[in-house]
């Protein structure tokens, strides 16, 4: 089971994480085509920058702003939530054991490479007849057709046989890195095994490659047994997410704070930037790529920092109503749950990691949604009743 995100699956707390809540990753060169980019800033001296410095949390915008003036509450105890909870059948059972087979061939014998096929390979890479670094390795596994590599490498390897050795002459792409960009490179392939995924899974498959299981029928179940959990979870995250967004839907916000909207915009911006950066786009170019006009974006950004605002309304408004308070009994508890959850010895070290403002807004977030929750009225239903009732409508109105 996957550790719990920071946020919950809920709108507010989804966009508060994407702002607060960036990893760090590393460029990488070599012959793999696919990199990724560095999507942090970083400052050198470790500190925060003076913007980050000065920019006032959500608490603290709210203490400026009259939330009862702001919102009108609806209802948020007695709510009714449906629970959709999807069943497993057997051919998502299948599916997976299909996935495991691709991700676990076998050796094949008697014939040559084909596109799709795995081939363990030995491989030197020069340029001018000179090695260069992260262009050779032993004992690698590479799936013909993948585009792993650099064009015409796996291309090169169709047709070659168990112990047969190639010569590709290729060209890095421009743009590749700094270093290989355009560049003319010699690889000298050596093809160990050719391997390909069974069309049927066998017990002896599943001891071979499967850790801790050791038969077919034991793979299955544990596969069910997982994907049955899965979708539990994921129906208790959907029920909390319909049960916050019908409470916000419920309410009347009569005034949406220039503050609270704006942040909620750089917000959008952010996220789109980050968007844009995983493609190595600039920011107009990815408005552009997504069909937007810069008019439309600013738009979209618009919306969202309404839909911040009116959930950071809703959020306090309940809070204020119920005596929830940050730094209180109950928040110092949760507090100290995120410390043990997330392994941090201090409230600074969680905050140093996620940002105040993203731990303190999730915390109370969670105890708004669970207070919701504890006091809503919720009806478990399986999809396979809910499409069931669907059909009957639609029947019915035809």
């Not at 089971?1 to 994480?17: E, P, W």
């Not at 919102?71 to 948020?76: D, H, R």
């Not at 004992?139 to 070659?160: K, P, T, V, Y």
């Not at 980050?274 to 600013?298: K, P, V």
Request: with cysteine; net charge negative; proline share 1%.
């Amino acid at each position: 089971m996957k550790k719990r995100a920071v946020m919950t699956a809920l709108l507010l707390a989804v966009s508060i994480a994407a702002a607060g809540c960036k990893q760090k990753s590393e460029t990488t060169s070599g012959t793999d085509n696919q990199t990724e980019t560095n999507q942090t800033e970083e400052n050198t001296d470790g500190k925060e920058t003076e913007d980050e410095e000065e920019t006032p949390t959500t608490a603290e915008l709210l203490d400026d702003i009259d939330v009862a003036k702001c919102v009108t509450l609806g209802e948020y105890k007695g709510i009714k939530v449906e629970k959709t909870i999807e069943s497993v059948t057997d051919e998502d059972v299948e599916n997976e054991i299909q996935t495991a087979l691709a991700n676990y061939p076998v050796e094949v014998s008697g014939r040559s490479a084909q596109e799709g096929d795995t081939v363990n390979i030995d491989y030197v890479g020069k340029i001018d007849g000179e090695e260069f670094e992260g262009g050779s390795d032993q004992g690698a596994d590479l799936r013909l057709g993948s585009g792993q590599f650099i064009d015409g490498f796996e291309d090169g390897l169709i047709g070659a046989s168990k112990g047969e050795t190639r010569t590709l002459n290729l060209t890095f792409p421009e743009g590749y890195t700094e270093e290989l960009s355009g560049k003319e490179v010699e690889f000298t392939v050596t093809v160990n095994a050719i391997k390909a995924p069974l069309e049927e899974a066998t017990d002896e498959w599943v001891a071979a490659n499967i850790e801790g299981y050791y038969t077919l029928e034991e793979y299955k179940n544990h596969i069910r047994s997982e994907q049955e959990e899965n979708n539990q979870q994921s129906a208790e995250e959907q029920v909390k997410y319909t049960a916050w967004t019908t409470v916000v839907d419920g309410c009347t916000i009569n005034e949406y704070p220039e503050t609270l909207v704006e942040m909620g915009r750089n917000l959008y911006i952010e996220q789109a930037e980050m968007y844009a950066q995983y493609s190595a786009m600039e920011l107009s170019d990815f408005i552009e790529a997504a069909g937007l006009t810069q008019e439309e974006f600013d738009t979209n950004a618009d919306e969202y920092g309404k839909s911040i605002a009116a959930q950071a309304l809703v959020n306090q408004a309940i809070c204020d109503a119920e005596g929830f308070a940050i730094g209180d009994e109950a928040y110092q508890a949760a507090l100290q749950d995120m410390l043990t959850q997330y392994s941090c010895d201090t409230a600074e070290d969680l905050y140093s990691r996620y940002g105040q403002d993203n731990v303190e807004q999730s915390i109370m977030l969670d105890r708004v949604t669970q207070l919701i929750l504890e006091n809503a009225v919720i009806e478990e239903v399986s999809a396979d009743e809910e499409a069931s009732a669907d059909n009957e409508e639609g029947a019915e109105e035809e």
